[in-house]
């Protein structure tokens, strides 16, 4: 048998023992795409917002001059659509990234069937 005298106590400080280092800081986590998500929902509720405008507006009246205000339109529903196809891949903020990703396809629906039916009036 072996004497316990020979072992160290364990309630005795130990002094001689140097620190521990810190562990390094944990990496961003991966697939947190919010902001990806509010550019979607932002950009997808602009688009909405003008094609019902022009929608209800085209009834009212004849609206003339506004063809660079339909390309800039053009461009945010691919800008919404793009970044509703990266919500996908969220594993965070999930029901953020699946509204981004709703935006982001009605804009683009929307700018495929009203825009590209009102650009025949606005181009034609």
Do not use: H
């Amino acid at each position: 048998m072996v004497a316990d005298d020979d072992l160290p106590d364990s309630l005795e400080p130990a002094l001689g023992i140097p620190p521990r280092p810190e562990p390094p800081a944990p990496p961003a986590p991966k697939g947190d795409l919010r902001a990806v998500s509010v550019i979607a929902i932002a950009t997808g509720v602009v688009v909405v917002a003008w094609y019902l405008f022009l929608v209800t507006v085209s009834v009212i009246t004849d609206i003339d001059g506004l063809r660079w205000v339909q390309v800039g339109m053009w461009v945010l529903a691919v800008v919404s659509f793009v970044c509703g196809i990266l919500c996908l891949n969220a594993r965070m903020a999930r029901e953020l990234a699946a509204a981004g990703f709703i935006a982001g396809v009605a804009a683009l629906l929307l700018s495929i069937s009203i825009g590209l039916a009102t650009a025949a009036d606005l181009f034609g």
